[in-house]
């Protein structure tokens, strides 16, 4: 209750922590406007990681053309988390790019050279 009403106050953390708790309960479309709301309100790189992260695992459920727009939806929530220095998104963009349907070498490696540079625990 008390993260509910923090986040219907607009409070970055109360709406990370909720979109965690509603995302441990499965309750995947409340999970996904919490961490929007925490992204696009507060520019927040958790938010971006959790947000790619929810299109990430919803593209694994297709082998089409959807689910190729959802990597790029996943791709796109990773690059604002990377960019704000989020280690394991560095570490995700790497990984769509060497284990994918959108594999690109060339990115792949550029990749795994910003996640070891950001200290990402998955480059060890």
């Known amino acids: 209750y008390c993260f509910t009403k923090a986040a219907e106050n607009n409070n970055e953390i109360a709406l990370i922590s909720l979109g965690e708790i509603y995302q441990d309960n499965y309750q995947i479309r409340e999970a996904f406007s919490a961490f929007k709301r925490a992204a696009f309100n507060f520019n927040n790189a958790e938010a971006w990681f959790n947000l790619g992260e929810l299109y990430f695992k919803k593209s694994l459920s297709f082998s089409d053309d959807v689910a190729i727009i959802l990597l790029e939806e996943a791709l796109d929530c990773y690059y604002m988390a990377a960019n704000k220095k989020y280690a394991d998104a560095a570490w995700k963009i790497y ?19 910003i996640a070891l540079a950001l200290e990402s625990r998955d480059a060890y």
């Open 95 to 113: 990984s769509i790019f060497s284990e994918s349907s959108m594999s690109n070498t060339i990115l792949a490696n550029y990749w795994f050279d």
